[in-house]
């Protein structure tokens, strides 16, 4: 059985999409093992067989080469780098606080519209509860949207084997932008009253600017942990396969 | 493809001859190169994997469209021809008629005046 896998990297790195590359050696591999059926039903010894099927099959260049030959073939991302790492972080971060607040205000006038039709009346228990849960729902919109989309960029920039360079721009960006972001819901004490603020510390008056800083670092010491352990274990596994050929 | 011929001028014959074989069914990879290889009588022989990037290709174009087919326990892309992918088609296979008509007249022309 022929080995892809050079094939499949200097396509990735070429810029062919994930998918093509993975349908196309899959595609391959199938053609390969009927090429070697049909050999062997002709008479050839199974060495023989897997010699001619590969000899028909084409070499890794002429693989490579109609398949660099399709420009539609390429991703997104390896033709406008700078849309998906430049672009990308401010659009993602822009939309999921969006999003976040949509979801939140939606939220809070379901609950004014319909707690009371409910015949519940809420007392300062219920509103420090109802506080609460918008507070943890706010934690995880700008604390936790920064670090899942600097994860999104490295998985989608390491599949597309995507120079580091635009990797780290998408990571720093989102990171550091990320963590200049604030959602906040307070509960202002009088009934059916309640204050929901959107700020960004990276605009005047530049609000909470020691605070953005440090949680820019921190989301940066965190992708950096985490891009570090990646690696390691990509590496691990890399040197276990090759053990296991060899 | 490995065809004798100058490359610039077989410009669109791998997807002339891959809609063409299509057009009479839907096939996998294998299926289709042998297919081509017995449609054109083994005249024209293909390093038989670059046929996929053409394919792709052609879906990405939305001329083909592909299915997955469990078939004797192994999964199979099967390719097919779209509307799209008819209509590309026919005017191949016009343009082509027409090259091969004037090629003809000229190959004719050349051997009148040899003669």
């Known amino acids: ?246 | 493809m490995r065809i004798m011929a100058n490359p610039s001028f077989m410009n669109g014959v791998p997807e002339l001859l891959i809609l063409r074989t299509l057009s009479s069914g839907e096939m996998y990879g294998y299926e289709l190169v042998q297919a081509i290889r017995a449609r054109t009588n083994q005249a024209i022989k293909v390093g038989e994997g670059v046929v996929y990037p053409a394919l792709h290709a052609l879906e990405s174009e939305g001329m083909l469209k592909s299915r997955r087919k469990l078939v004797n326990g192994r999964t199979r892309v099967y390719y097919a021809v779209t509307r799209k992918g008819e209509k590309h088609l026919a005017g191949l296979v016009r343009h082509w008629q027409h090259i091969t008509d004037a090629i003809g007249l000229a190959i004719g022309g050349t051997a009148h005046a040899m003669l």
Request: contains cysteine; charged residues 15%.
């Open chain 1, 1 to 246: 059985m022929p080995c892809f896998d050079r094939l499949s990297e200097r396509l990735l790195r070429a810029g062919i999409a994930p998918r093509h590359v993975r349908r196309y050696t899959r595609e391959l591999s199938d053609h390969f093992d009927d090429l070697v059926r049909e050999e062997i039903a002709g008479g050839a010894s199974r060495a023989l067989a897997e010699t001619q099927a590969l000899s028909r099959l084409g070499s890794e260049d002429n693989l490579a080469v109609a398949m660099l030959e399709r420009p539609e073939l390429r991703s997104f991302m390896a033709r406008f780098p700078w849309a998906v790492f430049g672009v990308g972080p401010v659009a993602l971060l822009a939309s999921s606080v969006a999003v976040a607040l949509v979801a939140e205000r939606g939220i809070i006038d379901a609950a004014t519209v319909w707690v009371p039709l409910l015949g519940f009346t809420p007392g300062p228990v219920a509103a420090h509860a109802f506080t609460q849960i918008m507070l943890v729902w706010n934690t995880l919109a700008i604390y936790g949207a920064p670090l899942l989309f600097a994860w999104l960029f490295y998985w989608m920039g390491s599949r597309q084997r995507m120079p580091k360079a635009w990797i780290i721009t998408g990571v720093v960006l989102v990171c550091v932008m990320g963590g200049f972001q604030n959602l906040t819901f307070y509960d202002t004490g009088c009934k059916g009253c309640g204050h929901l603020d959107l700020t960004s510390g990276l605009l005047p008056p530049f609000p909470n600017l020691a605070e953005g800083l440090a949680r820019a670092a921190l989301n940066l010491t965190l992708a950096g942990s985490l891009w570090r352990l990646a690696i390691r274990r990509r590496v691990a596994s890399a040197i276990a396969l090759h053990a296991a050929r060899t």
